[in-house]
């Protein structure tokens, strides 16, 4: 950890001395910040004034005591008195879930409340952030209204430490995330973090609302997923640690950013009939996989989005740009375009196709019958060049990702584009 001579010396609040609060407030206070704790709960405000961590956590204790010690890190029940010591506040009040499992957003709403109400009594600028995990629209729908009429920005900084290694966590982050409207807001909260020598990433304020969703329910599917493909190899005898170590010594497809991108249905020769397989021998076992199971219908669900947002065009003439399931091959086996041509043809809209890879005379066997069994006609709906198509389309619907100069000219062809395989990058 490396102080620099200019860290800031904003002076920081912290709201909600739980296991997120009193880890943020101690490592915050241990960085070199002079820190405030604040907690409704007396029993957690004097654990930190008798330099006492309120719970058990690892190296928590010491970097309290040290901290309170210095007098860097004091704490206080009351938000007024906070709010008039410093100049940012870190929300990390609780967002439980309500009975029927929605997020509760009173504990935030409340404590916002407070800070506006200390602020009304003795007004200045203030910066208020949210770490508590809240959905995106929060902080502008919930937090935000609560200020208004006040010289305050907010500002969400979402938390990612594990309980048993907050500290470690907090002090070797794996990511810091800083969303705002406002770019000085932003990067006077990134800047408490600097001494962790860490880029933080500067995103929009429903980003860094939304990634922490991502990030919780991309750990829950990863580990339902290791468990269920551990399950199924213990039943075929093969040794389940085993095999999703060596899945992991794949840092090119699997453990890496590949296939994390939102884009159109996946399909093809391989995923669709593979995971079928899968799913069909594990019921032969009497084993359920309901991650697994669950992956194709969710698949369908997402041509079906697909699908309607291309029904939702005006009536006309829509030019679909990619016929096999993804870039650069001409397999068009279980192409998920196929599905939604049929279901448009169906629906008795005008359409055409250019795929770069596809020339109906030369493509053969299964791959040539799949696609005539569900389109006997598609001869007639080919364009033959990219230009072809966008002379003719009042809409260019694009199901896979263009080269970049294919995307440079469907995006300066001025033809409105529905962009189903992600965003085209010119
Ligand atoms: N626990 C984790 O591992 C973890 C990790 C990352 C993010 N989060 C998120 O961080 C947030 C906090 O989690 P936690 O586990 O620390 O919660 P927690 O319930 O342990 O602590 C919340 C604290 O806020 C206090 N509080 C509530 N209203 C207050 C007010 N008006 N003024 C002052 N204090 C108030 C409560 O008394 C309590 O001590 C949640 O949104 C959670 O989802 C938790």
Redesign the pocket.
Known sequence: MQLTSDYPKNRVAV????????VTAACLSELGCPVTG????PL?VDALLAGKS??YEPGLDGIIRRNAAARRLSAT?S?QDAVERTDIALV?????SERNGNLSVE?LR??SA?IAEALRRSPKPYLVTV????FPGTCEEVVAPAFEGLAVQVVCN??????GA?VEDFMQPSLVVVGSADPQAAARVARLYEPLGVTPHLVSLRTAEMI?YACNAFHAVKIAFANEIGAMASKLGAPPEEVMETLCRDVKLNASAAYLKPGFAFGGSCLPKDLRALVFRASRLDLRLPLLEATLPSNGQHLGRAIQRVMDLPAGRLGVFGLSFKENTDDLRESPVIELLEHLIGKGRDVRVFDPQIRLGSIYGSNRQFVLTAIPHIGRLMAESLDELLGWAGHVVVTQRPSPEMARKILDSGVPVVELAGPLER
């Open positions: 709201f909600g001395l739980g296991y997120v609060g009193a604040v907690d409704r709960d957690k309120p719970f029940a938000a990390c009040v609780g967002t439980p504990q409340r404590v407070e770490r508590s995990t809240v979402p938390e990612f430490l594990r309980e907050a922490k």
